[in-house]
């Protein structure tokens, strides 16, 4: 097996969260040329909230890549990985998917920003309970 240092992925993977954690205060502190840059994103949001037909598809998006779905795909992959022997793929699999978890609701926590109209399940409820398919026990 072929020895590598790894002193220089880690000083990238330091790099990278050190900018990563200089954006996150520049964007928390509303730094004027970022938020200038962050507002570019608004008439895009605009034009997809504005289309209710979109919604769909873009909530499609988001329930084939969240949490659940995730955590599914990881599964399945892993018990691949571990069936044809490949364990510390399969561990290194979960381990990424465990520590990805964790930092991506630890950032939106910290972060709390505005979540797009379509996630909104109050604007997206039904009028009434039973258009969900929800019924009195």
């Given at each position: ?100 978890s ?22 997206d ?13």
């Amino acid at each position: 097996m072929l020895e590598r240092s790894r002193t220089a992925p880690l000083a990238w993977a330091l790099l990278c969260l050190g900018l990563f954690v200089v954006i996150l205060v520049l964007v928390e502190t509303n730094w004027g040329p970022l938020a200038s840059l962050d507002q570019e994103g608004k008439p895009a949001e605009g034009w997809a909230a504005s289309r209710p037909a979109l919604h769909p598809t873009l909530r499609a998006i988001e329930l084939g890549f969240n949490t659940i779905a995730m955590t599914i795909f990881t599964a399945v992959l892993a018990i691949v990985l571990f069936i044809k022997n490949h364990r510390r793929a399969a561990y290194l699999v979960v381990g990424v998917m465990l520590a990805t978890s964790l930092a991506t609701t630890l950032v939106k926590n910290a972060v709390g920003r505005a979540r797009p109209v379509w996630q909104d399940p109050i604007l997206d409820a039904p009028e009434r309970p039973a258009e969900l398919g929800w019924r009195p026990l």
